[in-house]
């Protein structure tokens, strides 16, 4: 607790109770990882997903621990509950820490205190004040969750179009997924191609965009075609994939080889 008390006044705020919480989070999601990959799991569809840590019995013992701290700074009475003038430096602390400019009028956070307080006594008790911040903090780790995945699929994608052998893996979870839309058949329907491409996003954590995959369809001449082969489906998927290593300048950060290297049909 120490070490997270920044400002060393022996209570921690909000930012703090963040900084702190993220850290047992990722103790146990270290701890799950490490089982996983004792069972012989690995890949990006074994990574440890935030928002369901926060539902784990544990995790929530420690978060209300954490919480009871951060709670003791705000009470300043020592009274054992925020009244409005507590709550609103609650606020004040949360704005800051989500870099929210927009300040709220008393009576907006009189009614923002009203959603937790449960019992309507007109102050905010300790587990009160526990599901509060049990709420902000599934809403940071679900940004935190999609940020982090949106690094680790950024970071596979390089690691396709830069390295052969893991160019081959990803093609061959293409291809599973391809014939699971054209079911026996060489081909799939046009109209199958986004939720293929949902469903490597889902396993790889690849943040496709579907304006990038239109894009994409329309500049390989796949948007005239009712049935598009395997073939298609790969040249497209690393137009996208290649498109996704541009700057907002349109420069490859990487380097990636010779696409006709890269896409070359084996078949």
Known sequence: ??????NKDGKIDFEE?????????????NEEAGQAKALGETGPEVAVDLQGLLENAKSREDIDNIANETFKKYDKDGSGFLEVGEFIQVVKDVQNFLEIDE??????????????????????????????????LKMQAAKYAEQR?????????LRVLGDAEEYQRYKALLKEIFEKYSQGKDVIERTNIHALFDDVKAITRIPFANYA??????????????EVQFDDITKLS????????????????????????????EN
């Not at 607790?1 to 920044?6: A, I, P, R, S």
């Not at 995945?149 to 994608?157: M, N, S, T």
């Not at 995959?213 to 009712?226: C, M, S």
């Open 1 to 6: 607790m120490e070490e997270t008390d920044k």
């Open 17 to 29: 109770f963040w900084a702190l919480t993220l850290k047992v989070l990722e103790e146990i999601a």
């Open 103 to 136: 300040e709220l009028t008393e009576e907006e956070v009189i009614e923002a205190m009203r959603n937790y307080d449960f019992n309507q006594d007109g102050k905010i008790s300790l587990s009160e004040y526990q599901s509060l911040m049990y709420d902000l």
């Open 149 to 157: 995945d949106y690094l680790r699929g950024r970071d596979y994608v």
């Open 213 to 226: 995959i239109e894009f994409g369809i329309q500049g390989l001449g796949l948007g005239e075609k009712n």
């Open 238 to 265: 690393m137009e996208v994939l290649r498109t996704m290593t541009k700057d907002t300048d349109g420069e490859v950060e990487v380097e990636i080889g010779e696409p006709e290297v890269i896409i070359e049909d």
